[in-house]
T-cell receptor
Framework: DAGVTQSPTHLIKTRGQHVTLRCSPI?????VSWYQQVLGQGPQFIFQ???????GRGNFPDRFSARQFPNYSSELNVNALLLGDSALYLC??????????FGSGTRLTVV | KNEVEQSPQNLTAQEGEFITINCSYS?????LHWLQQHPGGGIVSLFM???GKKKHGRLIATINIQEKHSSLHITASHPRDSAVYIC????????????FGTGTSLTVIP
């Protein structure tokens, strides 16, 4: 059984551009959460989705948005990229047992 | 102030040493997780604790709910244990989302 898969693994964008990151949860998991991890810090919560509905939002600007699809995969979108958005973006999926499984992340570099 | 504090930030040990990493938190929680992150970035969940103690191989995790403190112990450490270990908590006071510590970077020298 595949774990949580994220794509792409690495990405370089320029300031002002838009980016879409993707996450496929473990089969059977209906909840997906997104986290941002800046170098040297712990991850920070961005969004949680459950059954296609937003269930939680962290302290991030409106440039960050997300959605969840009927197959429970999710996209994280960031508009008007800033240098400070450079980070590792992690996706985690959760099943009914509340166990969390993390993906390997997408490393975004904004230049 | 971070809701989750870890110590030490960095730790270097000789192979075979007993290692302890500490985590203190300030919010009410339903569970505490110990996570391992390797240089590539991917995170592996080691333990999920709500009380007491858990053991998996050479790893032991304990939690004291009253004192809001948890420890991760590694017995007979090995170079392959080198990684960043992150403490994360979640619960009704966190909107059921994780609050993460900044991690403890462990290097085990052969």
């Amino acid at each position: 059984d595949a774990g949580v898969t994220q794509s792409p693994t690495h990405l370089i964008k320029t300031r002002g551009q838009h980016v879409t990151l993707r996450c496929s949860p473990i089969s059977g998991h209906k909840s997906v959460s997104w986290y941002q991890q800046v170098l040297g810090q712990g991850p920070q919560f961005i969004f949680q989705y459950y059954e296609k509905e937003e269930r939680g939002r962290g302290n991030f600007p409106d440039r960050f948005s997300a959605r969840q699809f009927p197959n429970y995969s999710s996209e994280l979108n960031v508009n008007a990229l800033l240098l400070g958005d450079s980070a590792l973006y992690l996706c985690a999926s959760t099943g009914h047992d509340y166990g969390y499984t993390f993906g390997s992340g997408t490393r975004l570099t904004v230049v | 102030k971070n809701e989750v504090e870890q110590s030490p930030q960095n730790l270097t040990a000789q192979e075979g040493e007993f290692i302890t990493i500490n985590c203190s938190y300030s919010v009410g929680i339903s569970a505490l997780h110990w996570l391992q992150q390797h240089p590539g970035g991917g995170i592996v969940s080691l333990f999920m604790l709500s009380s007491g103690k858990k053991k998996h191989g050479r790893l032991i995790a304990t939690i004291n709910i009253q004192e809001k403190h948890s420890s991760l112990h590694i017995t007979a450490s090995h170079p392959r244990d080198s990684a960043v270990y992150i403490c994360a908590v979640r619960g009704p006071n966190t909107g059921n989302q994780f609050y993460f510590g900044t991690g403890t970077s462990l290097t085990v020298i052969p």
